[in-house]
Every structure is written in C-alpha cells, then in structure tokens.
C-alpha cells in the first residue's frame, strides 16, 4: 500500500515557474518508479515525466522537455516537478503515480501501469 499527496500547484501567469511535491508513504519509496500525469479539462489524462527508483533515468513527454525536471529525494520519500516556463496548455490537474512492480520505460508512459495516485494538484497557467 502507498499513500500519495501533492502540493504546490496553485495559478501563474506565462513564462513563470512552479514545483509540485509528492511525498509518498507506505512501501519504501526508493524500490520505485515514479511518474506524473496530467489532465485539462475536456481531455484524457496524459503522461508528463517519469523517474526511475534511484533518480539516474528519467524520461519526458516531448512537449515538456527542457522546461520541466522531475526529481525524487529518497530520503524525503518525495518526488517533485519543477515547472519553467509555463504555458496557458500547461494548465491541468497534475497526478503523481507510483509504479511498484517495474515496467519498460515505453509502458511508463501509460497510466495503466501505475498503481496508486495521489489525488491531485491544479496549476492554471494564465496568458
């Protein structure tokens, strides 16, 4: 069993930044992976960023490469996302995942294969 919540979303304009924190609690967050995702309104919930267990490989959805960096703090049992220069698409309810029994980091893209969510963060990006 895994707990998970998040915090730090919240409104900013165009060009702003935001980190999002997900600390996690149950089974040792360090034996792993970690991913987030998001949903606008009116779409599917869609893949941002994943972790691997140790921190040493990560993987982004094109569209957030070179503004967004997903790290973890296994010490903290906390993962984060630092959100650069956003943009209004950015806005969406951001979800941490963990994926507790390992997966190909193609299938780390799907949400099927997370196990437990936290319940959710809301960043608007205004324009």
């Known amino acids: 069993q895994v707990q998970l919540v998040e915090s730090g979303g919240g409104l900013v304009q165009a060009g702003g930044s935001l980190r999002l924190s997900c600390a996690a609690s149950g089974r040792t967050f360090s034996t792993y992976a970690m991913g987030w995702f998001r949903q606008a309104p009116g779409k599917e919930r869609e893949f941002v960023t994943a972790?691997?267990?140790?921190?040493?490989?990560?993987y982004y959805e094109d569209s957030v490469k070179g503004r967004f960096t997903i790290s973890r703090d296994n010490a903290l049992n906390t993962v984060y996302l630092q959100m650069n220069s956003l943009k209004p698409e950015d806005t969406a309810v951001y979800y941490c995942?963990?994926?507790?029994?390992?997966?190909?980091?193609?299938?780390?893209?799907?949400?099927?294969?997370?196990?437990?969510w936290g319940q959710g963060a809301q960043v608007i990006v205004s324009s």
């Open positions: 995942a963990a994926n507790l029994y390992g997966s190909s980091w193609r299938e780390l893209t799907k949400d099927r294969e997370y196990d437990y």
């Open positions: 972790i691997s267990w140790r921190g040493g490989t990560t």
